[in-house]
């Protein structure tokens, strides 16, 4: 029989029979994938796994101790956080076109991944949450290496020199089947439900030049909107939500003077492949209540908006 428990003791039987007493690491992103490799492997090897979790500061509120909270404290899973932050931010000062923005981000997860790998002297292993959507996609790009560190897929890859072989024990598998076996290895199912998140990170969603201070900003009024489509029973109708960080100032009257503040654009669409999407048509009152939440609560924003545009023309990110 078929089952997701027997799909899990299968793939467990294959990643022992496959390194058997090496040592593995695997760059955990916090996405999907990655996490339910990583729950896979844990269970499979134990301590022969290492993960490197890279915290670039471009990751949402909270998001590098809650990885740390379900993985290394909660799962007992070996996890080296690098916390790279003034890393990120440097490199990317003074840089506002989005591809090089992009480039700069990948290039330099790349070489810290690969720090990391190289002080583990004894790893004989890099294990990859690559899905089947991912190899076929792979399958046609000239290198068939796209999905190496796949979370960048816009990177080409990792450092020739870096002799570890591959495991990628979800290569058969779809994202629902991904998804089942994640929840059914104990993680949080908000965690394997989650909406996409790109590579980048908040460094595409800050328009313009990444600065510490837009990323604070961009943290809270994510956090806010999100904390409310899940309290009104509307995360799981969107299929990606996020805010966007615009670095213009609009006027504002707060209290008994005027301000002058940054703006904020909501973003949630519904789609089922990526490729197009409709804005998704949130309630007036929801979006009220969010953008009243945001102007209060968070000094240096002064006014929200909500983009109503489809894809295509207009792409779900906004760089
Ligand atoms: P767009 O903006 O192209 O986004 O309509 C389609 C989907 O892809 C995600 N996306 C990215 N994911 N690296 C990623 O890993 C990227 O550079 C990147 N750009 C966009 C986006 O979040 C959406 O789910």
Same mark, same amino acid.
């Given at each position: 029989?078929?089952?997701?428990?027997?799909?899990?003791?299968?793939?467990?039987?294959?990643?022992?029979?496959?390194?058997?007493?090496?040592?593995?690491?695997?760059?955990?992103?916090?996405?999907?994938?990655?996490?339910?490799?990583?729950?896979?492997?844990?269970?499979?090897?134990?301590?022969?796994?290492?993960?490197?979790?890279?915290?670039?500061?471009?990751?949402?509120?909270?998001?590098?101790?809650?990885?740390?909270?379900?993985?290394?404290?909660?799962?007992?899973?070996?996890?080296?956080?690098?916390?790279?932050?003034?890393?990120?931010?440097?490199?990317?000062?003074?840089?506002?076109?989005?591809?090089?923005?992009?480039?700069?981000?990948?290039?330099?997860?790349?070489?810290?991944?690969?720090?990391?790998?190289?002080?583990?002297?004894?790893?004989?292993?890099?294990?990859?949450?690559?899905?089947?959507?991912?190899?076929?996609?792979?399958?046609?790009?000239?290198?068939?290496?796209?999905?190496?560190?796949?979370?960048?897929?816009?990177?080409?890859?990792?450092?020739?020199?870096?002799?570890?072989?591959?495991?990628?024990?979800?290569?058969?598998?779809?994202?629902?089947?991904?998804?089942?076996?994640?929840?059914?290895?104990?993680?949080?199912?908000?965690?394997?439900?989650?909406?996409?998140?790109?590579?980048?990170?908040?460094?595409?969603?800050?328009?313009?030049?990444?600065?510490?201070?837009?990323?604070?900003?961009?943290?809270?009024?994510?956090?806010?909107? !999100?904390?409310?489509?899940?309290?009104?029973?509307?995360?799981?109708?969107?299929?990606?939500?996020?805010?966007?960080?615009?670095?213009?100032?609009?006027?504002?009257?707060?209290?008994?003077?005027?301000?002058?503040?940054?703006? !904020?654009?909501?973003?949630?669409?519904?789609?089922?492949?990526?490729?197009?999407?409709?804005?998704?048509?949130?309630?007036?009152?929801?979006?009220?209540?969010?953008?009243?939440?945001?102007?209060?609560?968070?000094?240096?924003?002064?006014?929200?908006?909500?983009?109503?545009?489809?894809?295509?023309?207009?792409? !779900?990110?906004?760089?």
């Amino acid at each position: 029989l078929w089952t997701t428990a027997n799909i899990i003791e299968d793939s467990i039987q294959r990643v022992r029979e496959q390194v058997g007493q090496d040592e593995v690491i695997l760059g955990l992103s916090g996405g999907v994938d990655s996490s339910v490799v990583a729950a896979l492997l844990h269970r499979a090897l134990g301590e022969q796994l290492t993960c490197v979790f890279v915290d670039t500061g471009l990751l949402r509120h909270q998001e590098g101790d809650q990885v740390m909270a379900t993985f290394a404290q909660h799962m007992g899973v070996k996890v080296i956080r690098v916390n790279a932050a003034e890393r990120f931010l440097t490199a990317l000062a003074g840089e506002t076109d989005p591809e090089k923005k992009r480039k700069i981000i990948g290039r330099l997860f790349v070489e810290i991944f690969d720090e990391e790998a190289q002080k583990l002297s004894k790893a004989k292993w890099l294990a990859q949450g690559t899905i089947y959507p991912d190899v076929i996609e792979s399958a046609g790009s000239k290198t068939g290496k796209a999905h190496v560190i796949k979370s960048h897929h816009n990177v080409g890859g990792l450092p020739e020199n870096m002799q570890l072989k591959l495991v990628e024990p979800l290569r058969e598998l779809f994202k629902d089947e991904v998804r089942v076996m994640g929840v059914e290895l104990g993680l949080p199912p908000a965690m394997v439900y989650r909406h996409p998140f790109p590579g980048p990170g908040l460094g595409v969603r800050i328009l313009g030049e990444v600065k510490q201070e837009f990323a604070e900003l961009l943290r809270l009024a994510d956090h806010i909107f !999100i904390q409310e489509l899940y309290r009104h029973d509307l995360y799981d109708k969107t299929s990606q939500a996020f805010a966007v960080f615009l670095p213009v100032k609009s006027v504002g009257v707060m209290g008994d003077g005027r301000c002058y503040d940054y703006v !904020i654009a909501l973003r949630a669409v519904e789609t089922i492949d990526f490729m197009t999407a409709r804005w998704a048509h949130l309630p007036y009152e929801f979006l009220d209540l969010v953008s009243r939440r945001i102007i209060n609560e968070i000094k240096g924003i002064s006014r929200v908006v909500y983009d109503v545009s489809g894809k295509p023309p207009a792409t !779900i990110e906004w760089e």
